[in-house]
């Protein structure tokens, strides 16, 4: 299991690759990137916020939680923080397992626990001035499947 919280950006081709590459036991991998939304080209940046430490744990108790739901192999979580522009990657996870069903099943259940309990706090900026982004009742939704 790795888990990485950075600013720096990644190549998310690297990442999937290098990781497909390490995984032993494994007949499926799954990745998934979130990306900034444009909005349309209104948004000029989105502004990521986190405690370190703190959203560390959180997001090693979620996938701590995946690994002992599914069979898992191993899991990657990588989620930016800082100013980011449209179109760049926010975040990635990676399951791999021996089956896809398990791989599919917990790299959804990461990113939907990841959207909503995962704690950073992201501000969009654009011509129109700043918001803070609130939380989406369909993502709240999403977790009742879970």
Not at 62 to 90: C, N, Y
Not at 111 to 127: C, V
Request: glycine fraction near 10%; hydrophobic fraction near 50%; avoid cysteine.
């Amino acid at each position: 299991m790795r888990l990485v919280v950075q600013e720096a950006a990644f190549d998310l081709g690297a990442e999937a690759n290098a990781f497909a590459a390490a995984v032993q036991g494994a007949g499926a991998v799954v990745t998934f990137t979130g990306l900034v939304r444009d909005n349309g080209g209104a948004l000029d940046a989105m502004e990521i916020e986190h405690y370190p430490g703190m959203t560390e744990r959180a997001i090693g108790a979620i996938m701590d939680e995946a690994l002992g739901r599914w069979s898992l192999v191993d899991a990657l979580v990588i989620h930016r923080f800082g100013v980011l522009k449209g179109g760049e990657p926010i975040m990635m996870v990676a399951t791999a397992a021996p089956h896809r069903a398990d791989a599919f099943a917990a790299a959804e259940y990461l990113m939907d626990y990841l959207k909503s309990r995962a704690p950073f706090w992201k501000k969009e900026i654009g011509a129109g001035g700043e918001d803070w982004v609130k939380a989406k009742e369909a993502d709240e939704d999403a977790l009742k499947r879970w």
